[in-house]
């Protein structure tokens, strides 16, 4: 059973400071990882995707994968109340394009 | 250039009957993915559609069942509703043809269908 796992929140940081999200997989013939933003009631909207192990940056993001330590994250630098929501991880898993999610963590940004 | 698009918004069932949702991808995709958001739990993978054929099933009861027309669209059955199917219906799309990693790997969401079932 392949399982993508990441811990519920909420987790709160203070307006400006960096947030770190993580996510943990179970199978290591995954193939690619990727980060969603949902807000309340509305539809998860893609923030960054990777394949390769290391750090890939857009702006603020910044997503890290270890393929051997089997782990993904995202870290938003310069926190906005804007960023607070819902972060979904996703990864699609060798031989398929269909995506197994996390639970989602709940970010709080404190203004 | 529009999105991925669901039909309808919302949509009021009562325990055993049928439920259709819709969902039409964004000019050009072939692939149409269906998940399952229920309160409280992550995105649950239903469905896979790609050019017509189902690719892939989610571990959900055969009540659940879809089809993916010549023009891509796509439409999710669930028959004889339970209470716990009350959910939100996410619906998204991609193209798979392409040579590119990530137009092949990227999903992009509809708004979904809310689903309740009373």
């Known amino acids: 059973q392949k399982e993508v796992e990441q811990n519920s929140g909420p987790l709160s940081v203070p307006e400006g400071a960096i947030a770190s999200l993580n996510c943990t997989y179970s199978d290591r013939g995954s193939q690619s990882f990727f980060w969603y933003r949902q807000y309340s009631g509305k539809s998860p909207e893609l923030i960054m995707s990777?394949?390769?192990?290391g750090d890939k940056e857009d702006g603020r993001f910044t997503a890290q994968l270890n393929k051997a330590s089997q782990y993904v994250s995202l870290l938003i630098r310069d926190s906005q109340p804007s960023d607070s929501a819902t972060y979904l991880c996703?990864?699609?898993?060798?031989?398929?394009?269909?995506?197994?999610f996390g639970t989602g963590t709940r970010l709080k940004v404190l203004a | 250039e529009a999105g991925v698009t669901q039909s309808p918004t919302h949509l009021i069932k009562t325990r055993g009957q049928q439920a259709t949702l819709r969902c039409s991808p964004i000019?050009?995709?072939?692939?149409v993915y269906w998940y399952q958001q229920a309160l409280g739990l992550g995105l649950q993978f239903l469905l896979w559609?790609?050019?017509?054929?189902?690719?892939n099933r989610g571990n959900f009861p055969p009540r659940f069942s879809g089809r993916q027309f010549p023009n891509y669209s796509s439409e999710l059955n669930v028959n004889a509703l339970e209470l716990e199917d009350s959910a939100l219906y996410l619906c998204?799309?991609?193209?798979?043809?392409?040579?590119?990693?990530?137009?092949?790997?990227?999903?992009?969401f509809g708004a979904g269908t809310r689903l309740s079932v009373l």
């Open positions: 000019s050009g995709h072939t692939s």
């Open positions: 559609y790609d050019e017509g054929e189902e690719r």
């Open positions: 990777i394949y390769s192990n």
């Open positions: 996703a990864g699609s898993f060798s031989g398929t394009y269909k995506y197994i």
């Open positions: 998204a799309s991609s193209f798979l043809p392409s040579t590119s990693w990530l137009a092949k790997n990227i999903q992009y």
